[in-house]
């Protein structure tokens, strides 16, 4: 049990360490952008009628001039107290930003990620039980194809097929245009995550199956299935005793390593969706000098990646006897 | 026993054959240079006979073929595998579909290493096959109790169980069918020799029963402690067929191989030949054993038949 916390803290501190290299490396990214502020915010004619003093306080304001080691050090003192700052583009506190995009963000993540998860799971599982056989060339034939296919083609092609021609599913955004916040319903935002989420599933779908596939077969060669087969066992009681016993550990490993992909997938399919999620926040806070809201969303989405990875190192402490229980003995 | 077991001897010779292997052969299909397919042929020529109510050991050194053997029976070569020669079982052709009919309760494996075992799986589930019923529970309580394994030892998983105790588990998997024929790869390394007397003990009471036992071992002495008769492999070819009692004396045996065994026993001195198994891309032609024979000659390069001498078979030109 001791080791079992110290295992945790260990975790926890390369947790606290890895943020702090990304804050740092996502800060200076900001910091050497070629991107002017004042240009790409305030544009280029508004620019010209403004008098010295204005463009001196808007100066100030977006940071420019300001040695970026200066600006990291009161970003990270403030961060630490809890304080995200203040968002420059939208002028609300970062953290309330980022809560709404989150809200936004997390139907559509979850979605495709449980989606993405149980039927690569699914398919791979059954082709590699089935090696060699059409069952097995379709999954893999799928899974190929999609690897090859860039996400926003296929966010395109989506987007033709069922908000152009087939006009069933709308063209983007989370809510329907022009409506007021209380007039949405759950059906409506359902309605406009569909495709978004369908297009983050169907190519997370591939990576899973392909990589369970692979499990399966070497699970299937091996000597304690093909013991169970000397043993008069069926394919059905060989899966159900041996094979998902077995698959399920490196499938724990392999879904919560997908959070960063579907997390990664999700700025693309959030800007082709215009869908104002956290990856399309992310996109804005990029190109419009946001450092606030670019460093707390970075910050963010490495602490839930990272924390799935830690999930599943936990995870397969309690499921793995020879953890669980290997500890125990010695 | 001694006395006992010959008059045994008598009985079998009228007994009903369990298992005839004639002439197998196994070989794989290997990607050789380039996309140019080798075929590998591991075993050929190997012939066994198992009768009702038999002990038949299998002797040969590391890499002789016998768990290849073992998996022929039971259908679980690898796919890149192919079976030559003929299989009889109960007197009719033992194809894949017969095996997988038969295998798991009226034939059973004993397999060579703990690595048969799910890791994952708890010992009692395991050998139950994942059935609860109280038929089987009753069956698996009988068999650990015979086996001096606690009962606590079905919650365990397999590695938190000593090397021995996995091999009464994996012993015990042959148990809870109704065998008529058991294969058993290697049963007892690792196993202290009280255990090795009741497992054999167990061979011989299922034999006695009216099951045929095939035990494939390296060791020829505990072969000749507990079988009837002993099959000798060289090489993936079985070079001699012959009593146990033949084992008495080396001018009782019959291949310049079996000989060779009889004076590395210790009794006999341990004496030694020098060279080794030829492996199989290297194979001479006709007798595996020529380069290392003193009695070869130059008709031992052709064809070899297995004839029947003194009532044991041998695959060897110059022995009468
Ligand atoms: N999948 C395979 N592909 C190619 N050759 C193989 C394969 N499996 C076994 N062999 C070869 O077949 C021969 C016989 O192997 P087998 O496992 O039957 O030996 P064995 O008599 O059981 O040896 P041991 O006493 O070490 O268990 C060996 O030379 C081995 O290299
Ligand atoms: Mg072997």
Redesign the interface.
């Known amino acids: 049990m001791k080791s079992h916390f110290m295992f945790v803290g260990k975790q926890l501190i390369r947790m606290i360490l890895l943020l702090i290299c990304v804050s740092i490396a996502a800060f200076f990214l900001v910091s050497v952008s070629p991107v002017d502020p004042l240009q790409a915010n305030v544009g280029q004619a508004a620019l010209g009628s403004m008098s010295q003093e204005q463009i001196a306080k808007l100066n100030a304001y977006w940071g420019v001039g300001e040695p970026a080691m200066s600006r990291f050090l009161a970003w990270a003192s403030d961060f630490f107290r809890g304080d995200m700052g203040i968002s420059l583009l939208y002028r609300r506190p970062v953290a309330e930003v980022i809560a709404v995009k989150f809200v936004n963000s997390i139907w559509l993540l979850a979605a495709a990620w449980m989606i993405s998860g149980i039927m690569g799971f699914l398919l791979g599982v059954l082709a590699g039980m089935k090696r060699g056989t059409w069952i097995d060339r379709a999954v893999k034939g799928y899974s190929l194809m999609i690897a090859s296919t860039p996400a926003f083609w296929l966010a395109l092609v989506l987007l033709m097929v069922f908000a152009v021609w087939l006009q069933i599913l709308p063209v983007g955004l989370s809510v329907p245009i022009g409506m007021e916040a209380e007039g949405v319903t759950l059906a409506d935002r359902i309605r406009h995550a569909i495709l978004p989420a369908l297009t983050l599933s169907i190519t997370g779908v591939s990576n899973i199956a392909l990589h369970t596939r692979e499990k399966m077969i070497d699970i299937m ?4 299935v ?8 069926s394919s059905w ?1 060989i899966f ?3 094979g998902f ?2 698959v399920v ?1 490196p499938a724990i490993t392999l879904q919560f390593a997908s959070i960063s992909e579907i997390f990664g997938g999700s700025v693309l399919v959030e800007q082709i969706f215009s869908y104002p999620g956290l990856g399309q926040a992310a996109v804005t806070a990029g190109i419009g000098s946001d450092v606030p809201l670019l460093l707390g969303v970075t910050v963010i989405s490495a602490a839930i990646v990272f924390g799935g990875n830690l999930t599943a190192n936990l995870l397969y402490g309690v499921v ?3 953890i669980r ?2 500890g125990a ?1 010695k | 026993m001694t006395a006992e077991r010959q008059g045994m001897d008598k009985d079998t010779m009228k007994k009903n054959i369990i298992l005839e292997i004639q002439n197998l052969s196994v070989s794989f299909q290997q990607y050789g240079r380039g996309f140019a397919m080798t075929d590998l042929d591991v075993i050929r020529d190997l012939n066994v006979t198992v009768h009702e109510g038999e002990i038949v050991a299998a002797v040969g050194s590391s890499g002789s073929g016998k768990s290849l053997l073992a998996h022929g029976i039971l259908g679980i070569l690898p796919y890149n595998a192919s079976l030559g020669g003929r299989i009889l079982y109960e007197g009719e052709e033992l194809t894949q579909k017969r095996k997988e009919e038969l295998r798991g309760n009226e034939i059973v494996l004993v397999p060579q290493s703990v690595a048969f075992l799910d890791p994952l799986m708890k010992i009692g589930p395991q050998i139950r096959k994942g059935k609860k019923d109280p038929g089987s529970r009753k069956k698996l309580d009988e068999i650990f109790e015979g086996y001096h394994l606690k009962q606590e030892v079905q919650d365990l998983y397999p590695f938190e169980l000593s090397g021995g105790m996995n091999r009464r588990v994996l012993v015990s998997t042959a148990m809870m069918g109704n065998p008529r024929l058991v294969i058993a790869d290697e049963p007892t390394p690792g196993l202290h020799m009280n255990m090795v007397r009741r497992v054999m003990s167990h061979f011989r009471e299922l034999a006695d029963q009216g099951a045929g036992v095939l035990l494939i071992t390296h060791d020829l002495e505990q072969a000749l402690e507990t079988a009837d008769r002993v099959v000798v492999f060289y090489a993936g070819t079985t070079v001699e067929d012959a009593d146990v009692k033949d084992f008495g004396a080396e001018e009782t045996l019959r291949h310049p191989y079996s000989q060779a065994l009889w004076r590395a026993l210790p009794q006999n001195g341990f004496q030694f030949i020098t060279g080794t198994q030829p492996y199989v891309k290297d194979m001479p032609k006709g007798c595996p054993f020529a380069p290392r024979c003193e009695r070869c000659r130059e008709d031992c390069k052709g064809e070899i038949p297995y004839r029947e001498i003194r009532g044991g078979k041998v695959r060897c030109l110059h022995t009468e």
Request: proline share 4%.
């Open positions: 060669e091996s000597d304690y093909l013991f169970a087969r000397a043993r008069g066992e009681s159900k005793n041996h016993r077995n550990l793995d006897p020879r229980r290997g003995k």
